[in-house]
């Protein structure tokens, strides 16, 4: 920017120095506002990484007791599971299975809850029709 002015024969030497001045003026205060702009820019990206780092953590914390509250109530349940293991009677278990696989009727039951079509019966069946 000073350059061009140097090279004005027209200008005496105090215009010149005045002009200069004020060329370097300007210069500084357009400097002067970038680096306002480049400072507000990074504050507002450590403001937005702090907000996402605390977001993070109160997540983590929120994880970490609801795995405990979590694990907490499996606990009890596998605990009243064998309380209930512990006091049925084993003759009304092996009663109960035997009723259920009595016969082939039962065991037809039990393959067919296993087995799965996987095409169709045959001409114009689809697989959703029973």
Not at 17 to 28: F, T
Not at 86 to 103: H, N, Y
Not at 114 to 127: L, M
């Amino acid at each position: 920017m000073i350059a061009p002015l140097r090279r004005n024969p027209r200008l005496n030497p105090k215009e010149r120095q005045r002009v200069e001045s004020d060329a370097l003026d300007r210069r500084h205060q357009r400097e002067r506002y970038a680096l306002d702009r480049r400072y507000k820019a990074l504050g507002r990206l450590e403001a937005r990484e702090l907000r996402s780092l605390e977001n993070k953590v109160r997540r983590k914390v929120l994880e970490v007791e609801t795995g405990r509250d979590q694990k907490l109530e499996t606990l009890q349940d596998k605990i009243e599971v064998n309380k209930l293991d512990i006091t049925l009677p084993m003759e009304g278990l092996k009663a109960a299975d035997k009723k259920q696989t009595k016969g082939w009727k039962g065991r037809k039951a039990q393959v067919a809850e296993k087995q799965v079509q996987k095409r169709p019966r045959g001409y114009r069946f689809t697989r959703d029709d029973p």
